[in-house]
């Protein structure tokens, strides 16, 4: 089974609106962090907004907010009032300590490209 | 500015002839790492360092060698770099690589072409 499953080849959004791109995780362990990264088509990769499992209120910074809910083992990003500049692929991650070893590994989803028209 | 820096952006080369690939973090951060990306396979790890002189494979290390002598530090060497090395490679640190809860911070990337 994937560990990341982001369901959404590509959105396309209008300016101003809002968009929720979604990402499932699978894991057994009870302490894990969920991550969103940006890569404009520049090819940088830019964090944007970190949630961990045992914090109780969604992360939030700037326009991005991480809808957690775990339960059902997702960790949706929220871009709001979303810009021109938003266009770019987005990929979920999440780490998870690695069996027999003092390292946790960082697994990455297959991402979602958000395109924003005017 | 915190930053990851890794040089140069471009790189075209041609099979064989060795090649380095320099990455630098100003953050004091324990963790460094390598990953190259490719079109449909995603984000693959090369080699990680959990701190300086302990370096470890990651998914795909063949072909490649790392050094980490330096907390800041972390070179990528390719010693006889073949076309299917061409990638786009990513340097990435983190504060700990024990902690779950520690982001990674990555580099602008390096997009490396071997003929």
Sequence with gaps: AQKITQTQ??????EKEAVTLDCTYDTSDQSY???WYKQPSSGEMIFLIYQGSYDEQNATEGRYSLNFQKARKSANLVISASQLGDSA???CAMREATINSGYSTLTFGKGTMLLVSP | EAQVTQNPRYLITVTGKKLTVTCSQNMNH?????????????LRQIYYSMNVEVTDKGDVPEGYKVSRKEKRNFPLILESPSPNQTSLYFCASSLSGRSVYSPLHFGNGTRLTVT
């Excluded at chain 1, 080849?9 to 209008?14: A, N």
């Excluded at chain 2, 324990?30 to 995603?42: A, C, F, H, I």
């Design chain 1, 9 to 14: 080849p590509g959105m396309f959004v209008q």
């Design chain 1, 33 to 35: 962090g969920l991550f």
């Design chain 1, 89 to 91: 692929m987005y990929f």
């Design chain 2, 30 to 42: 324990e963790y460094m790492s390598w990953y190259r990306q490719d079109p449909g396979l995603g």
